[in-house]
């Protein structure tokens, strides 16, 4: 089984996989013999031959390689030769490889950006091929490109969250900077004047925990807090923003019977 460290990688960068090795009839070939070979757009950038290096509790074998500054294709392949004794057997698998464009999507948590209150933003990335894409970049304002505003990374399956605080007549970008070659900043959903911020607290709760959320408003009045379940409403309530809490989070928990969910 190989496994990549990323879930995407462009030229320039240095890649990193695994793969683990074991015997069909159970048990770690600790003394054999694997070659590593890399190929890119049909020519063979990378061989290493790997002697007596598997974990020995694991079977897995860890590598690093460099892909080429200048890549045309981006059709990669990792493929490893494991001689045990008189037997040999080959992997591959292919290097998911980013060349200048991404499908990324932008999701405001409490449904907009709203002028000076902190928003959660969720983000998530994807390949031309429809794989999940891990990146690293930050967010800037139109005009302020050196300016990092908060940076933004994918912790699993190319989705993550970050969070900063908007302000209404600006427009903002994220810039990606790794998987390296992607030449396109994507621009965030256009700030709204007036509303509010839903941010949770946890990205997961169990079913018997208390959930809570931070809420804010840049606007004063009665709101309805509820927390729904597909269609159906499992609780809600009433919150008063007065003049003093403008723009001042306030925590909001609710307390779900777990015979309910």
Do not use: M
């Amino acid at each position: 089984q190989i496994e990549f460290i990323k879930k995407a990688y462009g030229p320039g960068e240095k890649a990193s996989a695994t793969i683990e090795v074991k015997r069909a009839e159970g048990g770690i070939p600790e003394k054999s013999e694997i070659t590593a070979r890399v190929r890119i757009d049909g020519k063979e950038v990378f061989e290493k031959k790997y002697e007596n290096e598997l974990n020995t509790t694991t079977g897995k074998l860890f590598i690093q390689f460099d892909l080429p500054q200048e890549i045309e294709i981006g059709d990669g392949t990792l493929s490893f030769t494991i001689k045990d004794g008189g037997v040999v057997e080959t992997k591959s698998k292919t290097i998911p490889i980013i060349l200048q464009k991404l499908e990324v999507n932008i999701y405001p948590e409490g449904g907009n950006l709203v002028d000076g209150l902190e928003c959660g933003v969720y983000v998530e990335c994807f390949t031309h091929y429809g794989d999940p894409a891990d990146i690293w970049g930050y967010v800037y304002e139109k005009g302020n490109e050196d300016i990092k505003l908060c940076t933004v990374s994918t912790k699993h399956e190319g989705r993550g969250k970050f969070y900063f605080t908007p302000k209404f007549d600006k427009k903002y970008f994220l810039k990606i900077n790794k998987p390296t070659g992607i030449k396109h900043d994507i621009e965030l959903p256009e700030v709204v004047k007036e509303g509010v911020s839903i941010i949770s607290c946890e990205n997961v709760y169990e079913c018997d925990n208390l959930i809570t959320f931070r809420f804010a408003s840049n606007v004063t009045g009665k709101y309805l807090c509820a927390l729904y379940k597909k269609e159906r409403c499992l609780v809600r309530f009433a919150k008063e923003i007065s003049e003093f809490q403008i723009k001042k989070p306030v925590s909001l928990s609710f307390s779900v019977s777990p015979n309910t969910i």
